[in-house]
């Protein structure tokens, strides 16, 4: 099956720095998506981007399909941004959702 | 905007018990899912279904899990006798097709097994 590795796998910076989060994978996709899980363990959904490029505030992603890779950017972090980011995809003919390994950002203040 | 809603948040159960996961995904949504995450790992995949039938499932939906659609709104995940190791939080997802179109993720539910 398709291989998603994401890095780093932990990340602590200042508040008020900026970070960018990448996820790597093996195949072609059909659908890319980023996630924050937060300290209650929910997941929130921050971007559906199988290609291109998506902004969402402080938030943005870009996803390379031809390169097999995705970033996902935050700049000027806030303490509420702490928590585990999780990419997944789905390749072509295979509906299930694969996870990578998520990368866990620590916000000081 | 539509979500997809998860009962209960958390659910305590002893070894041995069964337990029935709920979930309503979004209504006009055709596809729906069954994902894992044990405490510190990754989400996997458990489970998917369509059309009123299992379409795929992973090495560790076992003949202890089932799943139901049982009217037009509910998707259920039952366990029939829980272990230690089924600890974890379970999520629920749905699309309104398969493959290149956005899943939406309710927003869990945590299974203690004691």
């Known amino acids: 099956g398709i291989q998603v590795e994401q890095s780093p796998p932990d990340l602590i910076l200042q508040e008020g720095a900026n970070s960018t989060l990448r996820c790597n994978f093996s195949?072609?996709?059909?659908?890319l998506q980023w996630f924050h899980q937060n300290p209650w363990g929910q997941l929130i959904n921050l971007f559906y981007i199988p290609s291109g490029t998506k902004q969402n505030g402080r938030l943005s992603a870009t996803t390379v399909a031809t390169e097999r890779y995705s970033l996902l950017y935050i700049s000027s972090s806030q303490t509420t941004d702490s928590g585990v980011y999780f990419c997944?995809?789905?390749?072509?003919?295979?509906?299930?959702?694969?996870f990578g390994t998520g990368t866990r950002l620590t916000i000081i203040p | 905007e539509p979500e997809v809603t998860q009962t209960p948040s958390h659910q305590v159960t002893q070894m041995g018990q069964e337990v029935i996961l709920r979930c309503v995904p979004i209504s006009n949504h055709l596809y729906f899912y069954w994902y894992r995450q044990i405490l510190g790992q990754k989400v996997e995949f458990l489970v998917s279904?369509?059309?009123?039938?299992?379409?795929?499932k992973s090495e560790i939906f076992d003949d202890q899990f089932s799943v139901e659609r049982p009217d037009g709104s509910n998707f259920t995940l039952k366990i029939r006798s829980t272990k230690l190791e089924d600890s974890a939080m379970y999520f629920c997802?749905?699309?309104?097709?398969?493959?290149?179109?956005?899943?939406?993720f309710g927003q869990g539910t945590r299974l203690t097994v004691v």
């Open positions: 195949d072609s996709v059909n659908n």
């Open positions: 997944a995809v789905d390749n072509f003919g295979n509906e299930k959702l694969t």
């Open positions: 279904f369509y059309n009123n039938e299992i379409s795929e």
């Open positions: 997802a749905s699309r309104w097709r398969e493959g290149g179109t956005e899943a939406f």
